[in-house]
């Protein structure tokens, strides 16, 4: 009889505070989280982790969001906590009071603190980097009592992950494409090893020809025309904002630019036209395995001829967040 009311207790404790069982992940900068699972209210600084969130719990703990994260649509109904990770507004996320932040890696140690001082734990994360995708998924669905859901979500895109290691993996060296990456802010400036776009490009079989420049304060160094040519690269990669929406046309108006550069003319990649603009929406977060899958075939587009990125990308839109894929994010569509 004391057993049960204990029981009784317990229970009606937890339906009151909310307590229930303390979850430890690990996240990107190596620190142990340690959550009351499952959290209830997250603030997300990072349009990433904001994916992924709503496609774990259709967005039902979001309490605060970045200004960056705008998918799903209903984003638009989430508080607005600053833009970034860079410049979140900790005044008004202490005032939410949420049960844990997830931020990139882009927060600074001071606003870290300040949160954590506050009893706010922060799971920092780094979103564009596929080696990294299925963790956050997993670590997400273990802090928000979505382990059933994260398992779905990981299933299907370690699938398309599987497939592009299975055909590259054992690529010899000479088969790999040498690519130049360039951030759309600033022409030439591009990713050194440090970088998150390195792995991404890796990844899908590729070699970053900037791997050796830069460190690990300036993981995007700034080279010259000069240097390009004298690389002569085989592909030319732009990656677009990920905080706008394209249109076909839109792309190819950015892609036209690039093949329009005089100091790029004897480039082999302006040449063989391989150059390929990609929107920064399907390079982190959920969304990632569509932008590898596109760099994939456009790197190897005998080995992935049977793939249809776009056709990926519907799936997981509507699989997910019950939604049609509108827009466009990746030009040429095929190589």
Excluded at 131 to 156: C, H, S, W
Excluded at 283 to 298: D, F, M
């Amino acid at each position: 009889m004391r057993t049960t009311f204990a029981v009784l207790v317990c229970i009606l404790l937890l339906s009151f505070t909310g307590c229930g069982e303390i979850v430890t992940v690990v996240d990107f900068a190596g620190k142990s989280i340690s959550a009351d699972a499952p959290v209830r209210s997250i603030v997300s600084l990072a349009a990433g982790a904001s994916e992924i969130i709503c496609a774990l719990d259709g967005g039902e703990s979001l309490l605060g969001r970045s200004a960056n994260s705008d998918y799903p649509p209903y984003m638009d109904t989430v508080a607005t906590v600053g833009k970034s990770s860079f410049t979140p507004d900790i005044e008004l996320i202490l005032e939410l009071g949420p049960d844990m932040v997830v931020a990139d890696t882009m927060i600074s140690d001071s606003d870290k603190k300040t949160l954590e001082d506050a009893g706010i734990p922060v799971m920092e994360e780094k979103f564009i980097d596929p080696l990294r995708t299925i963790v956050i998924m997993e670590n997400l669905g273990r802090v928000m009592g979505k382990e059933e859901r994260a398992r779905e979500l990981v299933g299907f895109i370690k699938s398309y992950r599987d497939l592009i290691q299975d055909r590259v993996a054992t690529l010899p060296e000479e088969d790999l494409p040498e690519v130049f990456f360039e951030w759309y802010a600033t022409p030439y400036r591009t990713v050194s090893s440090s970088g998150s776009y390195h792995n991404f490009i890796t990844f899908a079989g590729g070699l970053n020809v900037a791997a050796d420049l830069g460190n690990e304060s300036n993981s995007y160094p700034d080279v010259s025309p000069e240097w390009v040519v004298d690389i002569d690269p085989d592909v030319i990669l732009q990656s677009e904002p990920s905080t706008k929406s394209y249109t076909k046309d839109d792309l190819a108006d950015l892609r036209e630019r690039i093949m329009k550069r005089p100091e790029l003319r004897s480039v082999k990649a302006k040449e063989s036209g391989r150059v390929f603009v990609m929107s920064g929406k399907i390079t982190s977060g959920i969304r990632a395995i569509v932008g590898e899958l596109y760099l994939a075939k456009w790197l190897h587009p005998r080995l992935f001829e049977d793939v249809d990125p776009d056709a990926v990308h519907r799936e997981l839109i509507e699989k997910f967040y019950g939604l049609d894929l509108e827009g466009a994010y990746a030009l040429p569509e095929s190589s």
